[in-house]
Structure formats: C-alpha cells, structure tokens
C-alpha cells in the first residue's frame, strides 16, 4: 500500500538530504513503526508517504515513492487524502469546522454525501471513539486528547485505504492510549495499511509488525519489535523505553500538613476555588490541593480539568471563590502570576525575541528585578525574606547564566538563531529553559515531554528534580509514564477534593 524505492529527498534551499536512500513498504493490514531521536528524519518520511513532499513543500525526491501502486508525483493531493488519511500531531491544524459535529461533518457535506447518509457517519464514528458527548461543543473548548480523538474520527470516517499517524499519543491519557493501541488492531485485521511516526514506543509491543529506526536521515535499523529491546541501539538513537511500568499507583497523593504540625507549612496551596466557563457546569466546586517543594504529576483523564487548573493556580483564569498561600501565607490571586510560571503546550505563544540568547536573557532581567522588588518590600516591613527557599538569586554574569541554562537543556550552537526557527522540541526545550531562568517559587509545566525522544524527556526530567532540589515546587500536567517514573515523588488527581467545610465535593466536568 505504501511503497519506499530507494528515496532521497531535499528540501528546499537546503544543503543536505532530509532523508537518504530509503527503502520499505507497509502492506495492506500491517502496522509500521517509525522513530528515532528529533530531527532525524521521521516527520519526512510521513511527508512522503502521504504526498506533502514534494506536493506542498516542494524540493526534490529522487527515487519513488508509491501509495496504491501509484507514485505521489502523479497523484493530486486531493486524491491523495482520500487513498491516505494522516492525523498530525496538532490536530488543530487541521481542522476547518468550529464545532465538533460540524467538524466530522464537514468532509462528507463536501463531497455532496447525502444528510442522512451524513449525519449517520457523524453519529457511528463519534460513538465510535467515544465522543458522542462532545458533539455540541466548541473545538476551541476541547482537551488536547479530545482534539486527538476528533481528528482520528473525522480521518477514519472517509474510510481511508492507509493511515498516518504523526505522535499520535502524545497528548493522550494511558487509558486512551491502550484504547487506541486496540483500534490499530482492528484496522490491521481489516486490512489497512498504518504507518505510526511515534517517540513513544512501548504501547505497540504486540501491535507493530515491523519497526523502523531512523538516525541521521538513514534507516538504522530495521526489525520487528523486540529489535527495539537492544539497550545499545536505544542509546545511540535517543530512544525511549521499549516497556514502560505505570507509576500511577504508587505515587503517594499529594496532601498538606497536618494542622496540628509544628512545622512551617512550606509549599503552594489553594482552598475552596469555585470555578466554571460562562454559561456552564463547574468544573471545581470549593475544590482544594497542595504542593510542597519536589515534582508532582498532576493525573487525570482527558478533559478532566488539568489545564484549567494550571491556569487558576496562575491566575490566567479567575476562580469564582476561593483563597491561595504561599508557605502559609495568603496572596492575592493577581498576585500569582508573579510567583507561579507557567509552560504552556503551544511553544510559539511565549516565544517573542529575535533571538534565542535574548529570550534567556530577559528572563533572567526580570527574575532579578522581581526579587530585588521583593528584598526592598521585605525591607520596609522589617523582617527577613523567611520565603526564600526557592532557587537563590545569583549574582555571577548573565552570559554565563544563558550559557549554562543552554547546555542544561541542550541547546548549545543555537543562541543566536530566531526562536521561530527550531524545531518543536527545541522550542519546547527553550520555553522551559525560560521558566527556569525566572527562578520561580511554582513551575507548571503542561506536557512538556509531549513529542521529546528519550534523550530529551530524560534531560527535562533531570531538570526537573534539580529545580526541585533548591526547593520549587513543580507540577507536571503530564500523561507521560516515563516521566513520572523519572521524576515525580506524588501525585495531585482529578477530580480534587473538597476544601474543609467549604461544600460539596467537585463536579468532575467532561471538559477543561
């Protein structure tokens, strides 16, 4: 179904190949895996395979590249899409309708199916991949996960002949994951051809017939699954783990201390937040949690409310009720976006600078201006700055600084490159690397590992434990297992509970 004939490919105005020499097919009712450290080539190679290159993004193939037994230079892409359905990692950007029902719908009203015939495949697809309850809603409204689900549905709907899937568990929970791991069998068992490009690699032992591992723009190695078991290749390739154990369950919750404890409470805690969208349900009713210093993952399923309540804890959203403490002592909720940062998914949308050195160093400007403007506060009201358990202020030069948050995170050699010009795990590495330079008291992190090979979640997460270290308070809105294996000592779960004396425990909402 999908054939590779010694390819090479260049992108435009590039010096080198994107791919080189590749060769490979995925059969009607076969699963194929494609991964390798960032930048080695995968995302190409899906490219390819569904017609984008040199379709859209033009340059130059050599060799061919069939899809049904028809090579992509001859086939329109509009053709393309219905012999080759692909699922990007950002479903987002793919989508053209508002609403979700309009979205599955959209395709079929297109091509002139009949309504009847229309809204019957809106219904058995969206029932399909359990999303009959969000119909009504607003794509703009819906988790990450939940995007995920809408554009697999709206795919699968035009009954596609091979299936592309970019990272298609990335914003996914474990439950889902396994949910989709049982649908890609029931789709090779009918014959489709599915090539998945995925840095995560343990939820398809057992679904993958082959696996192919990308280094450097060359086929590495090529294999069935337990190929992926050789410790020796999974280190030279940045890979992640071939089996993963859930950590969920022995993650200790995460829990204030007692009242009657004669030590300090240090750590981040909120208290009977009430919070719903305009018009709607809440999704936590007088709700409380705690963070002390050390890594906590924050679980829950797909729309749960996780990134909602990263953006009340930030006061990017602003609870109907509720109070928030700093080691005990309650700060305003507009003043919490002053001691809380924040890593949000879309890396783009806090990137500004012309270059990756200046964002760094604006980050670093503003953490020495706030704490100056906390040490002069403290001051005047005569007392010693008790809170400063967070990472200490450094006096040592800023270039040296940048240069070693560039290193921490592996950035080195890209200090004066435009922030819009790396990759998305640069990017996403960058933004965390910001935050750090911010020296904050709370860090929230929203899937920051969502899209990383195995080298870079795992220099995240020793980031991450050494921010902890110097007595921050991070919280991780991850579905990540690797991850929390890594890195987290506890767990924070949706639904919260309710504060003391405060009502009735939460309203558990379908959606953030």
């Excluded at 230079?73 to 989508?95: A, I, V, Y």
């Excluded at 298609?168 to 791991?181: K, Q």
């Excluded at 929230?444 to 590992?449: A, R, S």
Aim: hydrophobic share 40%; aromatic share 6%; with cysteine.
């Amino acid at each position: 179904m999908i054939r590779f004939e010694n390819v090479t490919y260049t992108y435009p105005f590039a010096e080198k190949p994107a791919v080189r020499g590749i060769n490979f097919e995925v059969r009607p009712g076969e699963v194929v895996l494609v991964t390798g450290r960032s930048g080695c080539g995968k995302s190409t190679l899906m490219r390819l395979a569904n017609g984008l290159c040199p379709g859209w993004f033009k340059g130059r193939l050599e060799g061919r590249v069939l899809v049904d037994g028809k090579s992509t230079l001859e086939l329109p892409l509009k053709d393309m899409s219905r012999l080759c359905g692909t699922l990007f990692q950002d479903p987002e950007q793919q989508f053209f309708a508002l609403g979700v029902e309009d979205e599955l719908a959209f395709v079929h009203e297109w091509r002139g199916l009949p309504a009847e015939e229309t809204r019957e495949k809106v219904r058995s697809f969206a029932r399909s991949f359990g999303i009959g309850h969000i119909l009504g809603q607003s794509i703009h409204e819906l988790s990450e996960g939940q995007k995920q689900k809408v554009g697999l549905a709206s795919i699968m709907s035009q009954e596609p002949k091979a299936l592309i899937l970019d990272e298609p568990t990335a914003n996914l929970d474990p439950e889902s994951t396994v949910e989709l791991a049982h649908r890609l069998r029931m789709l090779k068992e009918s014959g489709m051809a599915i090539l998945v490009v995925d840095h995560r690699l343990y939820w398809l032992e057992g679904v993958a017939d082959r696996v192919l591992v990308m280094k450097e723009g060359e086929v590495a190695a090529q294999g069935n699954f337990g190929l992926l078991k050789d410790d020796g290749l999974r280190a030279s390739c940045g890979l992640r783990g071939w089996h993963v154990d859930d950590a969920r369950p022995h993650l200790p919750e995460s829990a204030a201390p007692a009242a009657e404890s004669s030590q300090p409470e240090r750590g981040f805690r909120m208290e009977g937040v009430t919070f719903a969208y305009k018009g709607q349900a809440p999704i936590f009713e007088h709700a409380s949690a705690f963070l002390a210093p050390g890594v906590t993952a924050l679980i829950g399923d797909n729309g749960a409310g996780k990134t909602t309540l990263a953006r009340l804890m930030t006061g990017l959203n602003k609870a109907q009720s509720g109070r928030f403490f700093f080691d005990g002592a309650e700060i305003a909720a507009s003043d919490l976006l002053r001691r809380v940062g924040v890593v949000l998914q879309n890396a783009d949308h806090q990137l500004h600078m012309k270059t990756v050195a200046q964002e760094l160093e604006v980050c670093l400007e503003l953490a020495e201006r706030l704490e100056k403007q906390a040490a002069k506060q403290k001051a005047r009201e005569g007392r010693e700055d008790a809170a400063a358990q967070q990472c200490p202020a450094v006096s040592r030069p800023r270039a040296e600084q940048v240069r070693e948050l560039l290193e921490l995170f592996g950035l080195e050699g890209l200090a004066e490159r435009h922030p819009q010009s790396l990759s998305g795990g640069e990017k996403q590495r960058l933004v965390i690397a910001c935050a750090f330079a911010k020296r904050p008291r709370v860090l929230i992190l929203d899937e920051p590992t969502s899209g990383l090979d195995g080298e870079n979640m795992r220099r995240i997460a020793n980031a991450l434990r050494l921010l902890a270290e110097h007595g921050a308070c991070v919280l991780i809105i991850t579905h990540d297992l690797e991850l929390m294996k890594l890195s987290c000592s506890r767990a924070l779960r949706l639904p919260l509970t309710a504060g003391k004396n405060t009502g009735p425990a939460p309203h558990n909402a379908d959606k953030e």
